[in-house]
């Protein structure tokens, strides 16, 4: 395990380094045939079924997280979290989750770049509020919460220049796609630092699931013409929201390590 002031300096170069590759790469454009998924199969008048219904794993996730957190009574509340604060991050979470859910369904109902946008958003949320929970529980209360607003507007910010660089006719994806990489590399980081509660290996499974998410997405056609049942976009939704109930089901398991807390992790 690396200490907490050496995960601060780790993620600090994380940042830079991350940021200064995302501006020295050429522009990268979205790809013509994006749009295009391998079952645009129909149901009931419901163009894209299987894309489309697939979203409601993520809307189910993100109200069971909501729930999950919103009701925890005070004595609930300590034996999933040190500080009843730390909670903030994941409601952001989960809530990315179900709009991520409502966001997706909008798309591929009418998928373009338009519609999209409204699928990357509540992404860029749940992406980059994770890190702020990371961030708090690993690094620094404190530091997780004055950054969670910061990092939100990044996220959000990212989706709006990719989508206002398409507008003007010169996509560039470099951005989003930086925040998407820079959110599984704190969770990769955060495997190696001090944990304050057990179940922290489940940050690996959430990585994992996430990695076979983007295997299925590239392999959308090649799964789909294996008996034309499930594409790989369709499982690609599946994985994605397995990842968000693994958080979910991290913080419903989790206990604090009996280990004495220090001042730096209960900041005012």
Do not use: C
Request: hydrophobic content about 55%; proline content about 6%.
């Amino acid at each position: 395990m690396i200490s907490r002031r050496a995960s601060a300096l780790l993620l600090l170069a994380v940042t830079v380094i991350l940021a200064a590759v995302a501006l020295l790469l050429p522009r990268i454009p979205q790809p013509q045939d994006y749009h295009r998924f391998a079952d645009q199969r129909s149901f009931l008048g419901l163009p894209n079924i299987g894309d489309v219904v697939s979203n409601m794993a993520f809307v189910a996730v993100g109200l069971w997280g909501l729930v999950f957190l919103l009701r925890l009574n005070p004595q609930e509340i300590q034996r999933h979290f040190l500080d009843r604060r730390e909670r903030w991050p994941y409601l952001f979470v989960f809530a990315g989750s179900l709009l991520t859910g409502v966001g997706s369904w909008f798309y591929h109902l009418h998928p373009d770049n338009a519609s999209l946008m409204w699928d990357r958003l509540p992404m860029a949320v749940a992406f980059m509020s994770l890190v702020a929970a990371v961030i708090a529980e690993r690094v620094s209360l404190r530091a997780g919460l004055r950054l969670l607003p910061v990092l939100l507007l990044i996220g959000i910010g990212s989706v709006l220049h990719w989508y206002a660089s398409e507008v003007r006719g010169a996509g560039d994806l470099r951005f989003f796609a930086a925040v998407q990489a820079y959110s599984v590399l704190v969770l990769v980081i955060a495997l190696f630092m001090p944990p304050r509660y057990t179940r922290g290996a489940d940050l690996a499974v959430v990585v994992g699931l996430y990695a076979l998410a983007k295997v299925l997405e590239i392999l959308d056609e090649r799964i789909f013409a294996m008996g034309r049942i499930v594409s790989g976009h369709t499982l690609k939704h599946l994985a994605s929201a397995a990842a968000a109930y693994w958080i979910l089901r991290m913080l419903q398991r989790r206990r604090p390590f009996p280990a004495p807390i220090t001042s730096e992790m209960h900041e005012p």
